[in-house]
């Protein structure tokens, strides 16, 4: 069973700073992976959609990196903004009990302070 | 371009009762998924429909049901509601296509009283 990890649950920092966010898979039998940000109360805002046979995805201060083999993508903030704040969630795309579906780690939540 | 749209945005709803949220997808996109978000158990999938079918389906237990209409539209219905269920519905709307890149609404809340 696909899981996704990301570590820390949470990051606190001053602005200005570059930043990794990390995320984990188990099963690198992966379609996609897919970076979003959440606002409080709000629904998903897409970032990023690396897929499986990509190695990264650029948007603005954002890269996204994926190695497959090792279970592993990252999320680099650059130069980081008090607007940056919000939780960040990696999902991959994967097939799981005869259905295709996306997984979804815990999230972790960014504080930028100015 | 219009995003996903949900509604209603928030409902209040008692033990027992039964439910129905609504998801317009973006214009073009034909595949709706559906999402159940909690504190303690994060983002879960629940089913997603494409061309009026349901094509994939997450671990919810019956109560959980929806369908899609020929314009896209997709409506989720939960029957006899247990506290449980309260929790943020998150719908997604994706072109059916390699990129399965999913585009999120804002949601609606559910409390179950």
């Known amino acids: 069973k696909q899981e996704v990890t990301q570590i820390p649950a949470a990051l606190s920092v001053p602005e200005g700073e570059n930043l990794v966010l990390n995320c984990s898979f188990t099963d690198s039998a992966i379609y996609n992976l897919q970076w979003f940000r959440q606002d409080p109360g709000k629904g998903l805002t897409s970032l990023l959609l690396?897929?499986?046979?990509?190695r990264e995805q650029t948007s603005g201060r954002l890269n996204a990196s994926l190695d497959k083999s090792s279970g592993r993508s990252t999320l680099y903030i650059a130069a980081s903004q008090p607007g940056d704040s919000a939780t960040y969630l990696c999902a991959v795309r994967v097939t799981q009990g005869g259905s295709e579906k996306l997984v979804f780690g815990k999230g972790m939540k960014l504080t930028v302070n100015p | 371009k219009a995003g996903v749209t949900q509604t209603p945005r928030y409902l209040i709803k008692t033990r027992g009762q039964q439910v129905t949220l609504s998801c317009s997808p973006i214009?073009?996109?034909?595949?709706v998924s559906w999402y159940q978000q909690t504190p303690g158990q994060g983002l879960q999938f629940l089913f997603e429909y494409f061309s009026e079918t349901q094509r994939n389906k997450g671990n919810f237990p019956g109560r959980f049901s929806g369908r899609q209409f020929s314009n896209s539209r997709s409506e989720m219905n939960v029957s006899t509601l247990e506290l449980g269920d309260s929790a943020l519905y998150l719908c997604?709307?994706?072109?059916?296509?390699?990129?399965?890149?999913?585009?999120f609404g804002p949601g609606t809340r559910l409390t179950v009283t």
């Open positions: 997604a709307s994706s072109t059916w296509d390699s990129s399965y890149e999913q585009y």
């Open positions: 690396i897929q499986s046979s990509q």
């Open positions: 214009s073009g996109h034909r595949s």
